[in-house]
Each structure stands twice: as structure tokens, then as C-alpha cells.
């Protein structure tokens, strides 16, 4: 019966789900999406999963409707260490930092101790995730949504913060 009555009226439930949804995004009950990222130094679309070891996998850490931050840096790098610095004298540091995940280019966790506690941080000791993300300078930030798809990215200190910035405007 339930089917019979939606074949017949198919046409209606479409045109009440279509009401619904201009109605919805009329009064702000549709989530609003915002202008697309300036900054796209990547020409990935698709985030790459690695392993954190075990079971864990870098995308069972994206926050679920969130934009998500990826940074890669390392120590040793003097823009790696100003950008973070930089970041972190931001009013919008906490914004940054809430969905921030960072891959570090070290060769041990003694070199990443004066962050610990600051963000997550993978030790990417042999540069496998570096690679498989076909990155050729640090620092690289990347913004993704909670499917690993690459929505803006940057490299260098400037660039990076500047679409740190953009991304901070729009999760605040």
C-alpha cells in the first residue's frame, strides 16, 4: 500500500522535499557552505590514509561535518618553526588548532619535544607520507573536509598562513 501510494505520488513528495529545502536554507536551517579556498598549491583532490600504527589510521582522526588541518614541517626548518609561532600568536589560534594535525619530518621524538602536548604530531621518520603526498617543501598545510578531500593547500610560510588565516575566518 505504502509503495503503491508513493509511485502514485512521487511527483508530490519531491516537490514537498524541494519546499523543504528552500524554506531551510531561507531561515539558515541548511548548513551554509562558504567560497571555495584561495590558496591551491596541490594538485591532489584526495587526501592520502596512513597508517599511525596499529589500527589507526590518519582518517579515523578527521572531525566528522568539520574542515580538517593537515600540516606537514619538520624542526630543523626555521618557516616551520615561525609559522607555528605565527600561528600561535593569532587571536584565531584556537580555531586553527582545534581540527590541526601535523606530520613532522623528524628523525625522532626528541627533536619534537618542544611541541608535545601543542598538537598532534606523526613522526614521519622515513619520509613514506611526505612522498605519498607528492610534497617538495615544508611547511605544506592542507585543508581537508572529514573525507580526505583536499579543499585548499599551501606551502611556505606566507602561503600557509595566509590559507590558515582563510580557514580560521571560516571555523570560528
Known amino acids: 500500500m505504502c509503495k503503491k501510494w508513493l ?3 512521487a ?3 519531491v516537490a514537498v522535499l ?3 529545502v528552500l524554506v531551510g536554507s531561507a531561515t539558515g536551517c541548511v548548513a551554509e557552505s562558504h567560497e571555495p579556498y584561495t590558496q591551491n598549491y596541490s594538485a591532489l583532490t584526495m587526501a592520502t590514509d596512513f597508517s599511525l600504527g596499529g589500527e589507526d589510521r590518519y582518517f579515523d582522526k578527521l572531525q566528522k561535518d568539520e574542515e580538517n588541518v593537515l600540516l606537514f614541517w619538520g624542526s630543523w626548518c626555521p618557516h616551520c618553526e ?3 609561532e605565527r600561528i600561535d600568536q ?3 589560534a584556537d580555531a586553527i588548532k ?3 594535525f601535523t606530520v613532522a619530518e623528524d628523525e625522532s621524538l626528541d627533536d619534537v619535544e618542544g611541541h608535545e602536548g601543542d598538537f598532534p604530531i606523526y613522526l614521519d621518520q622515513d619520509e613514506s607520507v611526505y612522498e605519498a603526498y607528492g610534497l617538495e617543501h615544508i611547511p605544506t598545510v592542507f585543508i581537508l573536509n572529514d573525507q580526505g578531500e583536499v579543499l585548499g593547500s599551501a606551502q ?3 602561503d ?3 590559507l590558515l588565516q582563510e580557514y580560521a575566518s571560516y571555523n570560528q
Request: cysteine-free; proline content about 0%.
Open 160 to 162: 600557509s598562513l595566509t
Open 7 to 9: 509511485r502514485k505520488n
Open 98 to 100: 582545534k581540527n590541526l
Open 11 to 13: 511527483s508530490f513528495v
Open 156 to 158: 611556505g610560510e606566507e
Open 90 to 92: 593569532l587571536d584565531s
Open 18 to 20: 524541494l519546499l523543504g
Open 82 to 84: 615561525s609559522l607555528i
